[in-house]
Each structure stands twice: as C-alpha cells, then as structure tokens.
C-alpha cells in the first residue's frame, strides 16, 4: 500500500473542554449536608428505600424522593480493590489506593466514591488482611469541608 | 418482549488485523473490515439498504460523531445511516439494531460496522467522562470497576480466594492459547497458570494477565432476510434469539454479583431461541471478557453453571477448548479488545464458528453459538445466539 517508504505519520492533538453543570435542588441539598459533615439521603414513599447519593427521583417507581433522612456515617464494606495501576487522573503518587463500596446502616444500596485510609494501604497484604466484604468502616471528614465529593477524606476500619 | 419478527441471517463477516495499527489512519482502517466482509458475502454495496455503525464514546479517538468521518469508509454514500452506542455492549446493540431493521422488513440487507482505535487517544482518559462529576467524581477506569464487581462476587458467594485466582488463572491461559488460534488476534502469546497467577496485581484482584489489551480494530458484518439470504448465500448463519437488558445507573443500586442485566439478556435470547439448558444445547460461546474473574460471573449469570460455582466447572475444564462448552476459542477480549467493534467480533465468530468456517479455532461440528457483551459501570448486557439452522 505504501510504495515511497515513507513512515506513516502520526498528529499529536489535545481536547481541554470547560463545563458548569447543574447540580439541581437534590444534589445541592446532599452537599449541604456534607458542609455539616452529615450524610443525608432521600426516601422514596412509594418503595420506602432510602438511597445514597441523595436521588431527585427513584430509579425504580420514578417517583419524586422528597422525604430527606440523615443516615449512619457507619456501614458494611459490599466490595473493594486494591489499585495498584497509574491511568488518567490517577498519578503514581496515588497509588496504590483501596476504593470501596459501602452500605451505610439506615440505607439501602451500596455506596462507590470513596477510599480506605487510616493505616499504610500501600502494604497489599496488610489490605488483604484488614479489608473484607462484610467489615465495618466509619467516614472521617477532612478537616475543612467544601461541600463536595471530597468532603470525606477516607474510611477508616472499625470493630 | 415477543418474538423477533422475519427470520435474519448473517450472510458475511469482516475483521481487520487487530493490535496497534499506527501504519494506517482511522477510516482505513475501518475500510480493511468493509473489504473483508463485501469479499466474505460475495455482494457489493449496491446490494446493501441500510448501515448502522457504533463505536465508544467519540472523544477515544478524538474525533465527534464519527460516523461522518467514516462515512466514505462504511459506504454510506446515498444510504440510510444509523448510529448506535451504549459502551462496551456496543458491538452487540449495533448488530441488534441492524437485526431490528431487517426482521421489521424495513430492509433486506443491512451492514452492521464497529470499530475503535485505541491506541489513537487515553482510553482510561475517556472512560472517566462516563461517571458524572458531581457525585462520581472520582470514579472511573474500567480495570478498578470490573474489579470491585469481582471482589463483590467473591465475597457475596464466599468463594475461596485461591480457588478463584486458579479458575481465573485458566480462563486466561485458555484464552491466550485461543489468540494463538487466530490470526488476527492482538496478542499472540503463550502463558502458563502460574505466570498469571504470579503477575503483578494492577486492580486486586485483578494481575496484569487477567487485563484486556487496548487494541485497534473493525469489524463488519452483513445480515439479511431469508429470500435474500437464500439466494445470495450457500451458508448463512441465523439469528436465534436476542436479548438486552440495563441496570440503574449506581453500580451500588443492586447486587452485581448476581448480575441481573446478564440474566435477563440471556433468559430473552434464550426463550426465543427455544434454548432450555444452555450449557448443554450451546457448542460454543464468546463471551466479552475483558477482565478474567468478571467471565467467571459471566459463566454464572448466562446460566451456564449455577450461581457462584463458575471455579470449580472452569477447575474440572467445563469451559476449556476439550471442555463440554468450549468459551472463546478465538481468544475472546483477553486477547483483543477494539472496543467499539469488539461485541460485533463475538457475533463475527459465533457466525464462523456454527458455518465450519473458523479455520484453527473451529470447533468441531458447533451449530450453536452465544454472542454476548457488556458495558458501562456493570450497567448493560447484551445476548445474540446464532445458530446454523433457520
């Protein structure tokens, strides 16, 4: 196909892109909470569960979730990873990290965003040993909240 | 859902060389695959009423909507042309979405195109954009995701850690000697159990030889109606049944360890295919496996094993190329993974396969095959049986 021998070149290319997305009166009210260093989650009326982000509507009965309950800083791990890889947004001095999904008590789904800190993740076997489904971890707040998804710093492991 | 409507065949197949593809720009790419499959069916474009085409997101190779930079290498020139994608499944939806468009009568012949280049942009870059940045941000990367669901799996069935990491360990060992089958596949390398039982852990417990490369690559397939089939084709394949189902969008809102968008996909496809005991009446599956453990949840949730007992039918070898039920005996994504194209490659070799026309894979005497795929955070799954009689 290529009779000149030339090598086929290549275009180095960056896309940079700013956004200003609505937070709407559910999401803002949920980091309201966390400016006070609650968990707040809504209710549906129709299938009364309670979830984590708080939800303008239920996913299921679509209904509107209105009803506001401010639920345990303490949960049950669902699952975690150890991430011991560099990609996007996640820089070597970041690793490894352990991401975990918890059910907090009073709630009814699993909650994915946030990391276990509180003793040296680094060491993978001591995670293995300390981190299982079913354990119970506490949020622990940064020191000054803003009102966003990094308001909690880490989980920490509890009896 | 009810039955599919006309009966819809695939009448051809067309794959690149998969693997990094530097040597040539994006829409030559995808022509190599619309070369392949024209070849493939002995048809030319006149022939065809319609085209869909689906890739991911289109900022993974940088270029938006880029059907219309395609459209010269997909023919699309005078033609009715549909876009469809819904991530990592999207290689099955467009296929299904050409398969609506003949079993309606709508059309005749429909050339179904996925593709992905990789290696072009940062596909972890691109897969963070699909979390929202409100109350997701910090989630994101498809090998951390896939990963948490295995932890979960492994810990709501209390499966042996050991015993998953062996059973893992197989699947990837028999995917990679499947690669080494398939001329086009990405990598082509043997491994041994305990190369990958012993790699470095990049999501626990994922290791590297569990992980899916990033591969550029197309795909193209042509379906068609019966009459149209009949004449045209000495050996079609026909599509048995077909099945999509979704989830909430918070991984979190239920159990993906009993993945009820797996189940439901295959249950649909089943019932229509008149499949009861799918491990028993399938000769052979692909199955989109980018990340080992997650097939072995796969295993379960397409109801070919009971639920969390996938390790101990992959120890015994159910799932082995000897195996009652051989599963990716081209590799499968383990070995190739152009995302965009890569559901339509299962549907590609499930076609091949129950045709006799899978060359080093072939498994001998397959009349049955399961395509499937699945995408988003754990969120879509997508189920096509193709079979080698109407």
């Excluded at chain 2, 453990?293 to 796969?298: D, F, K, P, S």
């Excluded at chain 2, 159910?318 to 339509?344: H, K, M, Q, R, Y």
Aim: glycine share 10%; proline share 5%; charged share 20%.
């Amino acid at each position: 196909m290529n009779k000149r021998n030339e090598k086929p070149r290549t275009l180095k290319s960056v896309l940079r892109v700013p956004y200003e997305m609505a937070q709407g009166p559910a999401w803002t009210h949920f980091f309201e909470g966390f400016k006070q260093k609650k968990i707040l989650g809504t209710k549906c009326n129709e299938c009364g569960r309670v979830l984590i982000p708080a939800r303008p509507f239920c996913p299921r009965c679509f209904e509107p979730m209105e009803e506001w309950v401010e639920v345990a800083q303490e949960g049950t791990i669902v699952t975690w990873s150890y991430v011991n890889y560099t990609y996007f947004g996640v820089t070597a001095d970041m690793i490894p990290q352990v991401p975990v999904t918890v059910k907090l008590d009073g709630t009814d789904c699993g909650w994915w965003g946030g990391l276990i800190g509180g003793f040296d993740v680094k060491n993978f076997d001591l995670v293995n040993e300390k981190v299982k489904v079913g354990g119970r971890i506490k949020a622990v707040w940064r020191d000054k909240v803003e009102g966003n998804m990094y308001d909690i710093d880490h989980w920490e492991i509890i009896k | 859902m009810g039955r599919m409507g006309r009966a819809v065949a695939v009448i051809g197949t067309g794959q690149t060389k998969h693997g990094r593809r530097d040597d040539v720009s994006y829409p030559d790419l995808v022509r190599e695959a619309i070369q392949a499959v024209f070849e493939d069916a002995g048809i030319t474009i006149q022939d065809v009423d319609a085209i869909v085409y689906g890739s991911m997101p289109s900022m993974m190779e940088g270029v938006a909507f880029n059907h219309f930079y395609m459209a010269d290498a997909l023919r699309a020139v005078g033609k009715p042309l549909l876009r469809t994608e819904t991530c990592g499944s999207t290689g099955q939806s467009i296929a299904q979405t050409g398969i609506y468009w003949v079993a309606s009568g709508m059309a005749d012949i429909v050339l179904v195109v996925g593709s992905e280049k990789q290696h072009e942009g940062d596909a972890q870059a691109t897969m963070m954009t699909i979390p929202d940045k409100i109350t997701l941000p910090m989630v994101g990367g498809a090998p951390v995701a896939f990963s948490m669901q295995s932890r979960e799996w492994m810990g709501y069935f209390n499966i042996d850690e050991a015993k998953a990491r062996e059973a893992a360990a197989i699947v990837s060992v028999d995917c990679h000697d499947g690669g080494l089958n398939n001329p086009l596949a990405h990598i082509q390398m043997k491994v041994t159990k305990e190369e990958v039982m012993n790699a470095k852990i990049i999501t626990y417990p994922v290791r590297l030889l569990d992980v899916c490369p990033s591969s550029d690559g197309a795909c193209a397939v042509l379906f068609a109606s019966k009459d149209k089939a009949r004449k045209i084709c000495k050996k079609p394949a026909w599509v048995k049944g077909m099945g999509f189902r979704g989830e909430e969008y918070y991984t979190g809102d239920s159990n993906k360890a009993v993945w009820q968008s797996t189940i439901g996909a295959a249950q649909e496809a089943y019932k229509q295919a008149g499949i009861t005991d799918p491990r028993k009446e399938l000769d052979v599956a692909e199955i989109y496996n980018p990340f080992t453990y997650q097939e072995l949840i796969l295993m379960e949730c397409l109801g070919l094993c009971p639920p969390g007992e996938a390790p101990d039918y992959v120890i015994d070898g159910v799932f082995s190329p000897d195996g009652e039920l051989p599963c990716n005996p081209s590799g499968g994504v383990l070995c190739t993974n152009c995302i965009g194209a890569t559901g339509l490659i299962r549907l590609a070799e499930a076609a091949r396969q129950v045709t006799g026309k899978a060359g080093p894979m072939q498994v001998e005497g397959a009349k049955l095959a399961l395509s499937h795929a699945m995408g988003g955070l754990e969120q879509f799954n997508a189920v096509t049986i193709i079979g080698s009689k109407l």
